[in-house]
């Protein structure tokens, strides 16, 4: 055991004389002295790490300081995107408001003899067979079942046919129990007019009963007949298609309502008008 014991004591000693060598060989080299040759060896590789992360942490700092000011930016033009767009939305309904509104002077300067009640639509219900839309208004403001529903345009939209408390209930063109008494504009051509539903062509209406000699065009414009429900010469749609009937002795035309019933804001009820 002593022996072994000599045996390292020897090469610590060995080992530590060839450092004491190379330090003094490098000090002398370098014109430095062992001691200071010793700290900067120590010294020099921790200043590099810490120089190491300070950058490290600067570079940190400034991506994250970076991030939270596109978050911040990115946030303001989403603010702003939004703002714009309740704009934008503004300024639409007020442009459709304005045609409205010169749309219905027109009206009453055309037609001197209706008496009407704007209202606003507040639901749509449909299926296979009907096509409904309730209305904010009621009897307090003269509407009655039976009453025709009209758009700023004198296009024909339906009839009334429920009047509850604070709303209105119309059956419009599409629905297939309406029939209306109409002419095509161009011709004169006598029919009638049922919603599309009943014959399977959606969005679109039939006008029936016209005589097998009559002459159809497409985009012929197809008007009231005139009634003590529908009043002369309003626009029911536009010939989209014509052929003969099951029977082969009169011929159909398929129309284009004049409405576009999906972007149905405010409808007008003809509470008066004068009948011929």
């Not at 060995?14 to 900067?40: E, Q």
């Not at 300081?65 to 639409?92: C, G, I, S």
């Not at 009943?198 to 005139?226: H, K």
């Amino acid at each position: 055991m002593k022996r072994i014991f000599n045996g390292r004591v020897k090469i610590v000693i060995i080992i530590a004389l060839l450092l004491s060598i190379g330090l003094t060989v490098a000090a002398s080299a370098l014109k430095v002295d062992v001691p200071g040759l010793v700290v900067k060896s120590v010294l020099e590789p921790l200043r590099a790490g810490a120089n190491a992360l300070t950058t490290q942490a600067e570079h940190l700092y400034s991506y994250a300081f970076r991030y939270e000011a596109l978050v911040a930016e990115n946030e303001e033009l989403k603010q702003k995107l939004a703002e714009m767009e309740d704009d934008a939305r503004a300024a639409d309904a007020l442009a459709r408001e304005n045609d409205r509104l010169r749309a219905v002077v027109q009206m009453q300067q055309q037609r001197e003899d209706f008496k009407m009640v704007d209202a606003n639509v507040i639901g749509w219900a449909s299926n296979d067979w009907t096509s409904t839309f309730t209305i904010n208004k009621d009897a307090r403001a003269g509407i009655k079942v039976g009453q025709c529903v009209v758009t700023a345009n004198q296009e024909v939209v339906g009839l009334v046919t429920e009047v509850g408390i604070g709303y209105s209930t119309f059956k419009s063109i599409l629905d297939s129990s309406l029939e209306i008494s109409a002419i095509i504009a161009s011709s004169g051509y006598n029919g009638m007019v049922q919603g599309g539903y009943a014959t399977g062509v959606e969005n679109m209406l039939r006008m029936n009963y016209l005589p097998s000699e009559a002459v159809i065009r497409n985009r012929d414009q197809v008007v009231t007949a005139g009634s003590t429900v529908y009043p002369r010469d309003l626009i029911l749609g536009y010939v989209a298609d014509a052929g003969f009937d099951e029977t082969g002795v009169a011929k159909y035309a398929i129309l284009k309502p004049a409405v576009d019933l999906g972007s149905l804001e405010q409808v007008f009820v003809l509470t008066d008008f004068a009948t011929e």
